[in-house]
Antibody
């Protein structure tokens, strides 16, 4: 079975940094594009970032320059480095296999909670 | 303001049929596959439909998808109380080079 376990969510002050991790198992991670999606409290799903098998990276416009997606295929782990965090970045962050318009996003991890507050 | 437009809510009685629309533009739905997701609050979202009209294994035939030009539709027949959830459409936007979701539609089974 595919298993995705996110970690790294925490309470952080505005302007701070966090690194989220997503440990993957049960499939060939190195052959899979990966995506981060978030959901802020009371809001809908928001696409955050994707990384292809070849390492091409894509980001939501509001996040460019602050967030960095990366992957370590030797560890089957996806990362999201988040800098200059803002209150509006508070959300559950989901790690997902795939790209949104190529076979869809499936499956999803359980998510990790990021709270940005002073 | 979401790039893709969905109705905020739909409702129908058990056993009935409902459709959820997703409207986009020529740079997103018009040029890319659409996928649909079911999200029960407190759980992880689940893929319901990919490449416009394909169901992943385990998704019942009561769920269907279609796409025409710059719009897509999710259909659910034989509604069950367990179908109550938020439903999202998603695709890629070629002009923005980003993934995009609709604002979500809350389905209530009365």
């Amino acid at each position: 079975d595919v298993h995705l376990v996110e970690s790294g969510g925490d309470l952080v002050q505005p302007g701070g940094s966090l690194r989220l991790s997503c440990a993957a198992s049960g499939f060939t991670f190195s052959s899979s594009a990966m995506t981060w999606v978030r959901q802020a409290p009371g809001k809908g799903l928001e696409w955050v970032s994707s990384i292809t098998v070849a390492g091409s990276k894509y980001y939501a416009d509001s996040l460019k320059g602050r967030f960095t997606i990366s992957r370590d295929d030797s560890k089957s782990t996806l990362y999201l480095q988040m800098n200059s965090l803002r209150v509006e970045d508070s959300a559950i962050y989901y790690c997902v296999v795939g790209r949104i318009s190529v076979n869809g996003l499936d499956p999803w991890g359980q998510g990790t909670l990021v709270t940005v507050s002073s | 303001q979401s790039v893709l437009t969905q109705p905020p809510s739909v409702s129908a009685a058990p056993g009935q049929k409902v459709t959820i629309s997703c409207s986009g533009t020529s740079s997103n739905i018009g040029k890319n596959y659409v996928s649909w997701y079911q999200h029960v609050p407190g759980a992880a979202p689940k893929l319901l439909m990919y490449e416009n009209d394909k169901r992943p294994s385990g998704i019942p035939g009561r769920f269907s998808g279609s796409k025409s030009d710059t719009s897509a539709t999710l259909g659910i027949t034989g509604l069950q109380t367990g179908d109550e959830a938020d439903y999202y459409c998603g695709t890629w936007d070629n002009s923005l080079s980003v993934g995009v979701f609709g604002g979500g539609t809350r389905l209530t089974v009365l």
